[in-house]
């Protein structure tokens, strides 16, 4: 594959491997955090992000991989989704009867 091919498939994809990345952090920082009910994990895990986000590596807990994956596909599927039906605007031409002369 040339260089071309690789920035082709690389470059869109990449945010969201950070994606995974931050998500997979919020994933562990709740798995640390203190607490038996969700509520007070939840709380929890806005003190424990920092300890979590003090190892720059991505946590390879199975539920902290399954976290950091559920967030990186639903950010992909908005944007895909977003993506697919935005309009077509073009700029500086008419739109609808206007075009016409209607």
């Known amino acids: 594959m040339s260089s071309k091919n690789i920035k082709k498939y690389i470059m869109p994809n990449l945010p ?8 997979n952090k919020v994933g562990e920082a709740y798995r640390i955090a203190e607490g038996t009910d969700t509520l007070r994990r939840i ?9 979590a986000m003090s190892n720059p590596l991505p946590s390879f807990n199975p539920y902290d991989l399954l ?22 605007y073009r700029r500086n031409i008419e739109y609808g009867s206007a075009r016409w002369g209607v």
Request: positive net charge.
């Open 67 to 88: 976290i950091g994956i559920t967030g990186a596909v639903i950010i992909c599927a908005v944007v895909y989704f977003k993506k697919k039906n935005a309009k077509k």
């Open 16 to 23: 969201y491997v950070f994606v995974f990345w931050f998500f």
């Open 43 to 51: 709380m929890g895990s806005m003190t424990t992000l920092s300890k």
